[in-house]
């Protein structure tokens, strides 16, 4: 076993993957596409900023064909799929110079990494831009893609076996502990070498640990938002039980024909009103 450092960290993500040779070796697992590239750049943007939102891009590489982009999130959010649309939308619309031609010039892809889980809790899911006539086939026209994948729901029956050491690898380091003797991927065996403990760097440990404190900021949030929740609920639901014994209670009363309604109202804390419309249902 080798103790290895959470792919779950952007800067360990980062370090393994910004390999050119990682990263082609991903690209043409999930896509079937050989990209030639000399470099991967990290925490890209563009100037001018595309849209009323500056988008930073974890992952990022392109060749003549290709603009690949790899995002990475660890934490949930209810509008990832969005986000990363957005994302995804900002590096097309960033080829289109003139309203000449709308037509990129460069195929895109984004990555989405959701080390975290979705609550879809599918392995892959992918946006295809391709318009699809009735009976569900392409037509070859628009290539770009955008692919959600969570190593967490990898089904070794069902996900398609290109993919299962990603996500394998991917979701084996979050233990901090991983079996070489479990993969054959050469670019797995690199990424384990490079994440390896001993080898990360007190600078590459504090980004870990301000990346932890960050997380755990945004789970005690969480935490805290859900207890009030519970606790608005639990309070509406005591307020309804008491609300409808005391109405029991008025209705009981009324049909001995014993007290006034005055007197009804008075013993269960209801209004005169409330009584009169007991009355008449």
């Given at each position: 076993m080798?103790?290895?450092?959470?792919?779950?960290?952007?800067?360990?993500?980062?370090?393994?993957?910004?390999?050119?040779?990682?990263?082609?070796?991903f690209?043409?697992?999930f896509?079937?596409?050989?990209?030639?590239?000399?470099?991967?750049?990290?925490?890209?943007?563009?100037?001018?900023?595309?849209?009323?939102?500056?988008?930073?891009?974890?992952?990022?590489?392109?060749?003549?064909?290709?603009?690949?982009?790899?995002?990475?999130?660890?934490?949930?959010?209810?509008?990832?799929?969005?986000?990363?649309?957005?994302?995804?939308?900002?590096?097309?619309?960033?080829?289109?110079?003139?309203?000449?031609?709308?037509?990129?010039?460069?195929?895109?892809?984004?990555?989405?990494?959701?080390?975290?889980?979705?609550?879809?809790?599918?392995?892959?899911?992918?946006?295809?831009?391709?318009?699809?006539?009735?009976?569900?086939?392409?037509?070859g026209?628009?290539?770009?893609?955008?692919?959600?994948?969570?190593?967490?729901?990898?089904d070794?029956?069902?996900?398609?076996?290109?993919?299962?050491?990603?996500?394998?690898?991917?979701?084996?380091?979050?233990?901090?502990?991983?079996?070489?003797?479990?993969?054959?991927?050469?670019?797995?065996?690199?990424?384990?070498g490079?994440?390896?403990?001993?080898?990360?760097?007190?600078?590459?440990?504090?980004?870990?640990?301000?990346?932890?404190?960050?997380?755990?900021?945004?789970?005690?949030?969480?935490?805290?938002?859900?207890?009030?929740?519970?606790?608005?609920?639990?309070?509406?639901?005591?307020?309804e039980?008491?609300?409808?014994?005391?109405?029991?209670?008025?209705?009981?009363?009324?049909?001995?024909?014993?007290?006034?309604?005055?007197?009804?109202?008075?013993?269960?804390?209801?209004?005169?009103?409330?009584?009169?419309?007991?009355?008449?249902?």
């Amino acid at each position: 076993m080798k103790q290895v450092a959470p792919l779950r960290y952007d800067v360990i993500f980062k370090k393994a993957f910004s390999v050119p040779e990682i990263f082609t070796a991903f690209v043409r697992d999930f896509l079937d596409i050989e990209i030639e590239i000399d470099k991967v750049e990290t925490d890209k943007t563009y100037t001018p900023t595309i849209g009323n939102v500056e988008v930073k891009f974890d992952l990022y590489a392109e060749d003549k064909k290709n603009r690949i982009i790899v995002e990475i999130q660890h934490v949930r959010f209810p509008d990832h799929y969005h986000r990363f649309l957005h994302y995804h939308c900002v590096a097309l619309l960033e080829q289109i110079a003139s309203s000449d031609n709308y037509q990129p010039d460069l195929r895109v892809f984004t990555f989405v990494i959701l080390t975290s889980g979705d609550k879809h809790k599918k392995d892959v899911a992918i946006i295809d831009f391709d318009p699809k006539d009735l009976q569900g086939n392409p037509i070859g026209e628009i290539p770009h893609k955008v692919i959600y994948i969570c190593p967490k729901y990898l089904d070794k029956t069902v996900t398609p076996k290109q993919y299962h050491e990603w996500l394998e690898a991917i979701e084996d380091s979050l233990d901090e502990q991983v079996d070489e003797l479990n993969y054959s991927s050469p670019e797995i065996q690199q990424i384990f070498g490079l994440i390896e403990k001993d080898l990360i760097t007190p600078k590459e440990r504090a980004v870990m640990i301000d990346e932890y404190g960050i997380e755990q900021i945004r789970q005690e949030l969480k935490k805290e938002v859900r207890q009030e929740v519970k606790k608005e609920v639990r309070q509406e639901v005591k307020y309804e039980i008491t609300d409808t014994i005391k109405k029991e209670t008025a209705i009981n009363l009324l049909s001995t024909g014993l007290l006034s309604d005055e007197q009804i109202a008075q013993a269960t804390n209801l209004s005169l009103e409330q009584i009169q419309n007991l009355k008449e249902q």
